[in-house]
């Protein structure tokens, strides 16, 4: 998985920070004790087989759709523990390892089937390849829908202080949470990244800020160092379903941008290689872990009732899983794509046993960099507030 800083960049808006520009977290982590460990690994495994069971239904509808038979759909993954029934064909199957599903079509390595998978057109092939990561992305629409639904759309030409870091300049200064920031030096404020950056600018001089608190104005005079210890957002407002389904594709349509960009961000050093590494299941059980803290924290305080950021990290999972499943790499969806080209293009198909040796070798690279990913989770862990 792709750690993108889901904190500071949730798809809902509310949480942006002065401090995500120096590549840290902008929220104070909470200690929570209510949820179990247990409780927490249950949801955890439900979470990741959701985003992966998704992945393969996708898989598993569009065979069917285009009159491919499959003969084994699984819930987890081999080895098997038992088959739960049959259902036009297919065998239903409870697997061992309790990480997401697979689907086994008919005729999968095997050209000989006249009605199996490699025997179909390319462009059947192509359509069955690209209907899993479609079905993570829509996936992520419906949850980001509820999402903007549940904690309203932001005011984006307002600046609310989101909390404020203890010992801090804004702290001494007397800042309080839910101040609006109306200007800083007599420069008007409708902008959280140009606060940011106005604030870094005078770094070591004073600085004015002009606040709104309760419907009153009123001014402070702090020194950033370099910043001044505040996490910056938006404040919201209601939003309409209509409002929230044209949030939700903008928000899906950000991610996406901000994933398939990501590694020219990186080779140009717009972006700190901390913020986006790769992360293992540690990782991930991690961030996950955070995440219902905060959501603990956030629905105590009754600023929203839903998990909205389990929500949030279920969105850039299932995201992140659809476009990495579309990257041209073989033994990934995207991979077999590009090695339907030719086939799709000029009629001519690659030999099958090309074809096989390529997504072993990218199967088994694959491997080695996810157990390299899941060392380093405890080698080098994630780090978080």
Do not use: C
């Not at 927490?40 to 759709?65: D, N, P, T």
């Not at 209601?238 to 899906?252: C, I, V």
């Not at 995201?319 to 990495?324: E, F, P, Q, R």
């Amino acid at each position: 998985m792709v750690y993108l800083d889901f904190v500071n960049r949730n798809a809902g808006g509310r949480v942006g920070s002065e401090l995500a520009s120096q590549g840290k977290v902008g929220i104070i982590f909470v200690k929570v004790t209510e949820m179990t460990t247990i409780a927490m690994i249950l949801q955890f495994v439900l979470m990741l087989g959701l985003v992966m069971f998704v992945h393969e239904f996708g898989h598993f509808i569009a065979s069917k759709s285009l009159g491919i038979p499959v003969e084994e759909f699984g819930f987890g993954l081999p080895p098997r523990m038992v088959k739960l029934f049959t259902w036009k064909g297919t065998e239903f199957t409870l697997n061992w390892i309790p990480f997401g599903a697979f689907v086994r079509p008919k005729g999968e390595n095997d050209e000989g089937e006249p009605d199996g998978m490699l025997a179909a057109p390319a462009w059947k092939r192509t359509i069955i390849l690209l209907a899993g990561a479609t079905m993570n992305f829509i996936l992520g629409l419906i949850l980001l829908f509820f999402l903007f639904n549940a904690i309203g759309k932001p005011v984006t030409n307002q600046v609310l202080i989101s909390d404020v870091v203890p010992n801090s300049p804004a702290q001494a200064a007397g800042i309080q949470k839910n101040d609006l920031v109306l200007a800083l030096d007599g420069t008007k404020i409708d902008n959280v990244d140009n606060l940011v950056k106005l604030i870094q600018a005078k770094s070591g001089q004073n600085i004015v800020l002009e606040l709104q608190r309760e419907g009153q104005n009123l001014s402070v005079n702090l020194t950033p160092n370099p910043t001044i210890g505040v996490y910056l957002g938006n404040p919201t407002v209601k939003a309409s379903p209509g409002e929230s389904l044209r949030n939700a594709f903008q928000g899906l349509g950000q991610m996406v941008k901000e994933l398939v960009t990501l590694p020219a961000r990186l080779i140009r050093g717009s972006i700190d290689p901390e913020m986006a590494r790769l992360s293992g299941f540690k990782g991930m059980f991690d961030m996950f872990s955070y995440a219902a803290e905060q959501d603990q924290e956030l629905q105590s305080t009754g600023a929203v009732s839903a998990p909205v950021m389990r929500m949030n990290m279920v969105i850039a999972l299932t995201i992140g899983l659809g476009v990495m499943n579309l990257m041209p790499i073989p033994g990934l969806d995207g991979g077999q794509i590009l090695l339907l080209l030719p086939e799709l293009l000029f009629k001519k198909k690659l030999p099958q046993k090309m074809v096989n040796t390529l997504n072993f070798m990218g199967i088994a690279l694959l491997m080695l960099l996810l157990v390299y990913v899941n060392i380093m989770d405890f080698v080098n862990p994630i780090k978080l507030p």
